[in-house]
């Protein structure tokens, strides 16, 4: 199975940025990396996915260097309701099938 | 747009006991996902249909649990008999069919077996 790695806990106060970094050392080339953001009692959401560079949509910021074996997901100004946990996955070019989540990374915003 | 649907949201059993899950995919998504989230970890892919077909059940405990799709849509998964281990929240997803599609995921059934 496609794996990847991450902390497995970060603490950020509110309003500051909070980076996570996601190792995969051996990805594949036509993988793309995905993000998914999940609070508790509910299934994971999609939140952000790329292949190289930098992508960034209304939530967060995805960068992911030329060698691709590492990627950040960048939360800017970060609230309470951003306490979840962030899962960092490699998507195959066939599609979301046999997504592995890991244990992710559990995000903790303080007041 | 109708997200994934789930029922029930919660269910208790004793152990040995069966139980069946159900699952209502988004409109349109060719493929549906069962997965499995033991508390603190990350959800496991217990099995993944291709409309009524399975593209892959290699993770799915085939002696006690078993899914189908009989008509490419609805989904349900079925635990008999029930093992304390099982006590786990099971997720159901959907997606489009082709590259880099996301899965959307219903809220999941949470299953307490006693």
């Known amino acids: 199975l496609a794996k990847t790695t991450q902390p497995i806990s970060m603490d950020s106060y509110e309003g500051q940025e909070v980076n996570i970094t996601c190792s995969h050392n051996n990805i594949a080339t036509n993988d793309y990396i995905t993000w998914y953001q999940q609070f508790p009692s509910q299934g994971p959401r999609f939140i952000i996915q790329g292949y190289k560079t930098k992508v960034t949509n209304e939530v967060a910021s995805l960068f992911i260097p030329a060698d691709r074996k590492s990627s950040t997901l960048s939360l800017p100004r970060v609230s309470l309701s951003d306490t979840a946990v962030y899962y960092c996955?490699?998507?195959?070019?066939?599609?979301?099938?046999?997504?592995?989540f890991g244990t992710g990374t559990r995000l903790t915003v303080i007041p | 747009e109708a997200g994934v649907a789930q029922s029930p949201r919660y269910k208790i059993i004793e152990k040995r006991q069966s139980v069946a899950f159900w699952c209502n995919p988004i409109?349109?998504?060719?493929?549906l996902y069962w997965y499995q989230q033991i508390l603190g970890q990350g959800p496991k892919l217990l099995i993944q249909f291709q409309n009524n077909g399975v593209v892959d059940d290699s993770q799915l405990p085939k002696d006690r649990f078993s899914a189908e799709r009989l008509k490419g849509v609805d989904s349900t998964l079925k635990i008999q008999p029930a093992k304390l281990e099982d006590s786990a929240v099971y997720l159901c997803a959907s997606s489009l069919t082709g590259p880099n599609t996301e899965a959307f995921f219903g809220q999941g059934t949470r299953l307490t077996v006693v």
């Open positions: 409109s349109g998504h060719a493929t």
């Open positions: 996955l490699r998507l195959p070019k066939t599609g979301a099938n046999n997504l592995f």
